[in-house]
Nanobody, 121 residues
């Protein structure tokens, strides 16, 4: 089992920045991919950014150039730096950790409890 705990959410004005953090614990050696998802009210959960088992980073088009995902393996942490925030970035953000096979298919995954990000003036 892997436990994930997010932090860093909050209320920010449009154009502002936030950094989300995700602390991982447990059987971390089983994980080879990490990511951030978000879910806005009335919408499906969507992938925001991830680092797959090949080490490649991927971003949803709407956040490219504004968000950066990173991981610190020594500290068992995953981060999402969010700059130039927009009202449409408002959502609950979830940390995800997964085991992928050689074809990047998810074998199993874990989720954090989520952290609210609200972008509003």
């Amino acid at each position: 089992q892997v436990q994930l705990v997010e932090s860093g959410g909050g209320l920010v004005q449009p154009g502002g920045s936030l950094r989300l953090s995700c602390a991982a614990s447990g059987s971390i050696f089983t994980i080879n991919a990490v990511g951030w998802f978000r879910q806005a009210p009335g919408k499906q959960r969507e992938l925001v950014a991830d680092i797959n088992s090949r080490g490649s980073t991927n971003y949803v088009d709407s956040v490219k150039g504004r968000f950066t995902i990173s991981r610190d393996n020594a500290k068992n942490m995953v981060y999402l730096q969010m700059n130039s925030l927009k009202p449409e970035d408002t959502a609950v953000y979830y940390c995800n950790a997964a085991r992928e096979d050689d074809g990047l298919n998810v074998i199993y995954e874990y989720w954090g409890q989520g952290t609210q990000v609200t972008v509003s003036s």
